[in-house]
């Protein structure tokens, strides 16, 4: 049995949540990102439903669980999984939809229509979907069979016109679907498996997201400036030189100097400049951006008039 199984919330919901606290509320996309962000957040804990089913599923001795898994096939090819399962006997790709409403499949135009509420709406058919994953693993020769599921997080979907050859189902019937596949015959031994895990993970890759400003053409004068409570979003107001107090909810914040040099770097640009951080942070001379920049955990680059600081990166 898997005793834990490890998720966390996906890099584009942590961007998106930053970005809601700190766009103006009139601004005129504000509504669209907030639909993105529930969906994101809906798929999240979509997949952590399925993980909690998969935890009822006694796996063999040998069993690896990847979740939200980035894998670099070569230059021109990167997949990303929900979960990946990895046994002595078999893959398993699994894909979780957290939708309600009907859902209507037609494999043969790679489209599945969701009506609700009477309003369709046309989604990447997730056989589709699922199908481009499995053909880019062959790609890899990996020495184990490769199977699929589709699994529907949600008891409030109807399926309809499910083709009969493809693995679709509820959470609820998924580990039947695994302990089927339990019963198979072990493909490899110990040694490769250790080395099949080493393999993937090697491959896993790491991607590399531009500034949400630059990549959704947001102006940074759309954003509100200052130090915000990472509670509720509204100014923090400084008591101290180590404590600050929200003005809204009175949170007293000893450290409100990480969570906001991220909102910079998440949203406007992957470096800042003293006079940046000033202006930015509405903060009253340099020499307190300085401070503050310093108090970061940047890399500072020196040039001939200026530093720029940027993140570290974690190797």
């Not at 961007?15 to 700190?22: A, Q, T």
């Not at 903060?283 to 530093?307: C, D, Q, V």
């Amino acid at each position: 049995m898997i005793s834990i199984i490890s998720r966390f919330f996906p890099q584009s919901y942590i961007e998106l949540s930053r970005l809601l606290m700190r766009l103006e509320p009139t601004h005129p996309s504000k509504k669209d990102f907030e639909k993105k962000f529930y969906q994101i957040e809906a798929g999240y804990f979509g997949e952590k439903l399925v993980d909690n089913t998969l935890l009822e599923v006694k796996f063999p001795p040998h069993c690896c669980t990847l979740t939200d898994v980035h894998l670099k096939i070569h230059d021109h090819l990167i997949i990303q999984m929900d979960t990946l399962i990895i046994t002595k006997k078999y893959l398993l790709v699994i894909e979780v939809k957290n939708i309600v409403g009907t859902m209507t499949f037609q494999k043969h135009s790679g489209q599945t229509i969701r009506t609700l509420d009477g309003v369709k709406t046309p989604f990447e058919c997730p056989i589709a979907q699922i199908n481009r994953h499995i053909q880019a693993l062959e790609q890899m020769k990996l020495p184990l069979p490769i199977f699929k599921a589709i699994v529907f997080s949600s008891n409030r979907v109807i399926l309809e016109n499910i083709p009969m050859d493809e693995p679709i189902f509820f959470r609820k019937n998924l580990p039947s679907f695994i302990q089927d596949l339990n019963q198979k015959e072990d493909r490899i031994n110990t040694s490769q498996f250790n080395e099949l895990i080493r393999r993937i993970q090697s491959t896993q890759h790491v991607v590399q997201r531009k500034p949400l400003c630059d990549r959704w053409r947001i102006s940074p004068d759309s954003l509100i400036k200052g130090l915000l409570c990472k509670v509720c979003g509204n100014i923090l107001k400084k008591i101290s030189n180590k404590t600050w107090k929200c003005t809204k909810c009175e949170l007293i914040d000893r450290n409100p100097i990480d969570h906001n040099i991220d909102d910079y770097f998440f949203l406007v640009k992957d470096t800042i400049t003293t006079a940046e951080c000033k202006d930015f942070f509405h903060l009253s001379s340099t020499h307190e951006a300085y401070y503050m920049l310093k108090k970061s955990n940047l890399s500072r680059l020196n040039f001939a008039r200026k530093s720029v600081y940027q993140k570290n990166i974690e190797v």
